[in-house]
């Protein structure tokens, strides 16, 4: 089966800028999530989606953060405007329901400077 | 809210030798727990989960609920298991998948 797309793999902005992150996860999965994952450290849940409700979002700055589920599939997550501390891997996966096995994708490479 | 800690940052061990990487949890429901392994320039994937109690590639992991703790094992440490292992936890109704900091095993030869 195609595993979770993510795009693009690298970005490099300028801080202030904005930057979005698309997600495309596997056929049939009903649970989405996005993971900010800083160097050194372990993936941080910002936002979980079952279909193209959320489920929790928390941990997510909503102030400069936000994320849509279109349809409950493809996801695509925005930071506007980005600071430095920004600067992380995000990665998306996504499972058949929050209980299974959660299928990751490379993840996008974001740096801000 | 629900945390899961894995305190060693770097585990290094010879071949042939017992490797255990720690996991300790804290959730007042009944969590799931897994482990996640990312091997190098690869996706993050699945290890083993404990409700499955299998053991995969060697490694086995066991759900200590009075210790809350989830430590993977294996008798026999092999050069490919050099790699990033990250151990996580779900909730009850699956929400919320939570990991730790990871530890990077190094297998020597």
């Known amino acids: 089966e195609a595993g979770v797309a993510q795009s693009p793999r690298y970005k490099i902005i300028e801080k202030r800028q904005s930057v979005a992150f698309w997600c495309n996860p596997i056929?049939?999965?009903?649970?989405l999530y996005w993971y900010q994952q800083i160097l050194g450290q372990g993936p941080k849940l910002l936002i979980q989606?079952?279909?193209?409700?959320?489920?929790?979002d928390s941990q997510l700055p909503k102030d400069r953060f936000s994320a849509e589920r279109l349809k409950g599939v493809d996801s695509t997550l925005k930071i506007q405007p980005a600071k430095l501390e920004d600067s992380a891997v995000y990665l998306c996966?996504?499972?058949?329901?929050?209980?299974?096995?959660?299928?990751f994708g490379q993840g996008t490479r974001l740096t801000v400077v | 809210a629900q945390r899961v800690t894995q305190p060693e940052k770097l585990l290094s061990v010879f071949k042939g030798a017992p490797v255990e990487l720690k996991c300790n949890y804290s959730?007042?429901?009944?969590?799931?727990l897994f482990w996640y392994v990312q091997y190098s320039r690869q996706r993050l994937q699945l290890l083993l989960r404990?409700?499955s109690r299998e053991s995969i590639k060697g490694f086995t992991a066991d759900l200590n609920k009075g210790e809350t703790s989830f430590h993977l094992k294996k008798p026999f440490a092999q050069e490919e298991d050099s790699a990033m292992y990250y151990c996580?936890?779900?909730?009850?109704?699956?929400?919320?998948?939570?990991f730790g900091g990871g530890t990077r095993l190094m297998v020597k030869p």
């Open positions: 996966a996504s499972s058949l329901t929050g209980w299974a096995e959660a299928f």
């Open positions: 056929s049939g999965h009903a649970t």
């Open positions: 989606f079952q279909n193209n409700g959320v489920v929790d």
């Open positions: 959730y007042s429901g009944s969590p799931e």
């Open positions: 404990h409700i």
């Open positions: 996580a936890l779900a909730t009850r109704g699956g929400n919320m998948l939570t």
